[in-house]
């Protein structure tokens, strides 16, 4: 059987096309840091979330500083809200410095994704996703979820606000004389 040589080089191309759609595949899973949703973050009882009892930052989700350039931001989602982050009650967070958002859900599985930035995590009730970015610039960003979590997904969103190192601090210590 003879194969012209035109059939030749489309068989070559295609071979190509095949070995390179793998290699990509292999390196995007391997190569570039990206993984599963694990429990690196800890478990936790999706039970004592919903009720508040988890004896954990869950309680009283919201920012902590633990160090001068460190902050924790703790983030309960349930449907169909983050909390905080929701409505009137934005993430505030200061930037030029590390901040670790831990997430877990109270009800049933939730997607976490600010955007314009590469956080973006699958929370699942019973664990504690944990992202850790840095934002350099200030300015208000999107927050959705990202996964269907239930007849009315399309309304859960929030925002984090990224603001100036000192205006975190004054607005910090309003807070607490109020």
Known sequence: MQVHNFEKVWLGVALLLIVGF?????YGSVGAGISMVDDSGGTISAQAVQS??????????GVVKQSDDHYVVYVVARQFQFSPGSGDNPIRVPADARITFKVTSADVVHGFSITETNINTM?????VAEVTAEF???GTYGLVCHEYCGAAHHTMGGSVEVVAPSNYTAQQSQEVSA
């Not at 793998?22 to 292999?26: F, G, K, Q, S």
């Not at 508040?52 to 989700?61: H, Q």
């Open 22 to 26: 793998i290699a990509t595949i292999a």
């Open 52 to 61: 508040g009892e988890t004896g954990t930052g869950f309680d009283d989700p």
């Open 123 to 127: 929370v699942i009730p019973g664990q």
């Open 136 to 138: 350099d610039e200030t």
